[in-house]
């Protein structure tokens, strides 16, 4: 398994824009996925995006497209998030993770098909 670090949270005003960043412990001789998800107080953990590393696909949940944008500096095992017009529902703890590409599931954005796990980076929208 991997290691996943996640940094770039914080507290912003509803409008307002954050970027979060995971870097990636190592690279892969396999095609990966790497995810964002998110999890508010008593919800679900809710996939957000995806990114196919080392490609362009990328994939979004349809309450942040137009919002947020995934993308990836493989130089630096590193893929983002960058969150522009956060609204307070966006407030959640951001959890990158990371799984084996499957060419049937594409990058899914169910947390049970993903394998590691960073520690999170609290998102906070007032």
């Known amino acids: 398994h991997v290691q996943l670090v996640e940094s770039g949270g914080g507290a912003v005003q509803a409008g307002g824009s954050l970027k979060l960043t995971c870097t990636v412990s190592?690279?892969?001789?396999?095609?990966?996925?790497i995810a964002w998800f998110r999890q508010g107080r008593g919800g679900e953990r809710e996939g957000v995006a995806t990114?196919?590393?080392?490609?362009?696909?990328?994939s979004y949940t349809d309450s942040v497209k137009g919002r947020f944008t995934i993308s990836q500096d493989n130089a630096k095992n590193t893929v983002y998030l960058q969150m522009n017009n956060l609204k307070a529902e966006d407030s959640a703890m951001y959890y990158c993770?990371?799984?084996?590409?499957?060419?049937?599931?594409?990058?899914?954005?169910?947390?049970?098909?993903?394998?590691?796990w960073g520690q999170g980076t609290q998102v906070t929208v007032s």
């Open positions: 993770a990371d799984t084996l590409y499957n060419p049937l599931l594409k990058c899914s954005r169910v947390s049970h098909n993903y394998d590691s």
């Open positions: 190592r690279k892969s001789a396999s095609r990966r996925c």
């Open positions: 990114i196919v590393l080392g490609a362009n696909a990328t």
